[in-house]
């Protein structure tokens, strides 16, 4: 009975965690409209492994490293938010640089990125993300008994990975859809400006967090 109230009150914590807008949210989403489901989906599956890795390092009390090592938090918060900004400028300026070539649908329409590329993206988005980390880290500190099986952590684990691939593989499909496509269709150039924009504030916000 405590192992299942703690799975609930880890599910509560995590779907709480899952659904706020961030940059793994924000790469899902843009990539269900720029593309379609089949591809989104590897968005979803990539974050999906970094929950993993992430609930691995919570399980193992590897995180704590964190507190006891800041700078190594620092050097985490630096690489992961340079990656950050460099996805939104790099958005923005393919962004002007097709609307001056006049291609944007065209470009939209043919050229896909591969799979693998996509997983690796979200993945790497993911892992670098502090605020997974913050998130984890608060999961394990104030939901978990003192003292927690091999199972228990597996349990906890897979409870986290199934939540984050539930809610990714939903904005892959929501966000695929024909209907917002027509939607993001019509306010492109402005959306993409903004995906970009808001990736480079992501950025900046984790380095100087």
């Known amino acids: 009975m405590e192992y299942l109230l703690v799975l609930i009150h880890v599910a509560l914590i995590w779907m709480l965690a899952v659904a706020t807008p961030g940059a793994n949210v924000l790469l899902t989403i843009n990539t269900a409209l720029n593309y379609d489901r089949k591809i989104a989906a590897f968005s979803a599956f990539g974050v999906s492994c970094a929950t993993l890795l992430w609930s691995f390092f919570g399980g193992s009390g590897l995180v704590i490293l964190f507190s006891h090592f800041p700078q190594l938090f620092g050097l985490m918060k630096a690489v992961g ?56 880290v608060s999961l394990f500190s104030v939901s978990m008994p003192e003292n927690m099986s091999a199972t228990m952590i597996l349990a906890i684990m897979l409870t986290m990975v199934s939540i984050t691939l539930s809610w990714h593989l939903f904005l892959a499909t929501a966000f695929s859809h024909e209907s917002a496509k027509s939607v993001y269709a019509r306010i492109s150039g402005v959306m993409d400006y903004v995906t970009g924009g808001l990736f480079t504030i992501f950025g900046i916000k984790v380095m100087t967090s």
């Open 81 to 136: 938010g340079s990656y950050l900004l460099y996805l939104g400028m790099r958005q923005i300026y393919l962004t002007r640089k097709i609307k001056r070539l006049g291609e944007l649908i065209e470009v939209n329409q043919t050229i896909s990125p591969s799979k693998r590329k996509v997983f690796i993206s979200a993945f790497i988005t993911s892992i670098l993300n502090p605020k997974t980390g913050f998130f984890v």
